[in-house]
Nanobody
Framework: QVQLVESGGGLVQPGGSLRLSCAAS????????MGWYRQAPGKQRELVAA???????NYADSVKGRFTISRDNAKKMVYLQMNSLSPEDTAVYYC?????????WGQGTQVTVSS
């Protein structure tokens, strides 16, 4: 069955870094566009970063220059390197896979930025 398993979240101080990972299985990973979304308490889920099957990327304005999305098709992994974190980045981060009508989500990983 399809699985997206996020890891790497945690508590970090402002200005710090975290690297999120998403392990995919159960589908043809290389064909899918992959994305990272986040949802803060009381807010809607929003796109943070996405990477196409051809490795083109796009980012939310709020994270440009600080976050980097990447993928490893051989390992069926997608990553989100997050630098210069601020309290506004606190949220549950979700991994997403899309291809045609197929749309899969992970269970999320909590990122808390606090001193």
């Amino acid at each position: 069955q399809v699985q997206l398993v996020e890891s790497g979240g945690g508590l970090v101080q402002p200005g710090g870094s975290l690297r999120l990972s998403c392990a995919a299985s159960g589908f043809t990973f290389s064909s899918y566009a992959m994305g990272w979304y986040r949802q803060a308490p009381g807010k809607q889920r929003e796109l943070v970063a996405a990477i196409t099957s051809g490795s083109s990327t796009n980012y939310a304005d709020s994270v440009k220059g600080r976050f980097t999305i990447s993928r490893d098709n051989a390992k069926k992994m997608v990553y989100l390197q997050m630098n210069s974190l601020s309290p506004e980045d606190t949220a549950v981060y979700y991994c997403n896979a899309v291809w045609g009508w197929s749309n899969y989500w992970g269970q999320g990983t909590q990122v808390t930025v606090s001193s």
